[in-house]
């Protein structure tokens, strides 16, 4: 073990070699695995003045909803929840992560996020992470819906259960098509699997995946889960780590 001073010797020495990089844009830092003050400024939380059920931001005088879309056609989820503005140093991060496997970004939002998931997971709850179509998981090897759980349950005590939901086919890629030929696609591209859904009572369904854009995935799978009896009325919840900003 080094002493006090000698480890300060050696921090100083490695800040020289090394200075301290942000974590979204490599330019300097304060201090390692910290954000730089441009980039923590443009770091967008989702508003929470939005609708509680599908969270669309709101007037402030009109949340929380539900919103008119939600009081035409209720969604198949109770709450759609996202930490982020899928944009700037966010969307860097998830590229990043996504692309090149680097995370310090990401789990630098999930840090600076930890009071509001918190608010959100509780013990019991069980994280279902969005299947990936079966070509691109062995493409990759890598599912970050899968790894976003891991780091949910990790902060909140809440479970992943990543066999229940599953692909019903293999509709492909999302993000190569239109919105409208997204819906229709992702329509019919999940199943529940035929094992024992074991819920505590009271235990709330969480759908959880990287980014929402049109909210398609999301959408379906959450009726997949609200169709089935086997969940016998469990309250389905969806969640994002980031999302797109309305009209984006
Ligand atoms: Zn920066
Ligand atoms: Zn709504």
Request: aromatic letters at 6%.
């Amino acid at each position: 073990m080094l002493s006090t001073a000698l480890q300060s010797l050696v921090d100083r020495c490695l800040d020289a070699l090394l200075p301290p990089a942000c974590v979204f844009c490599q330019g300097p830092a304060r201090q390692r695995g910290a954000a730089c003050d441009a980039c923590a400024r443009r770091i967008r939380v989702w508003p929470r003045k939005s609708c509680a059920r599908c969270g669309e931001p709101l007037p402030a005088e009109l949340a929380p909803g539900p919103c008119g879309a939600c009081l035409r056609k209720p969604p198949p989820f109770s709450r759609m929840e996202s930490l982020y503005v899928y944009d700037g140093p966010v969307r860097e991060a998830i590229l990043n992560w996504k692309l090149a496997g680097k995370d310090a970004g990401v789990n630098w939002l999930m840090d600076a996020a930890a009071a509001r998931l918190g608010e959100l997971f509780a013990p019991g709850d069980v994280l279902l992470p969005v299947p990936m179509p079966l070509s691109r998981m062995r493409r990759t090897g890598l599912h970050h819906a899968a790894n976003l759980c891991r780091a949910i349950a990790r902060r909140t005590g809440a479970r992943m259960e990543s066999g229940w939901l599953r692909r019903a086919g293999d509709a492909g890629r999302q993000s190569a098509r239109g919105r409208s030929e997204r819906w229709r696609h992702a329509r019919r591209a999940f199943r529940l699997a035929d094992t024992t859904h074991r819920l505590d009572e009271g235990s709330r369904l969480w759908v959880v995946d990287d980014i929402r854009t049109t909210g398609a995935t999301l959408h379906w799978a959450c009726r997949t889960l609200a169709r089935s009896a086997a969940l016998n009325g469990a309250g389905i919840r969806a969640f994002s780590l980031a999302r797109t900003p309305a009209g984006a």
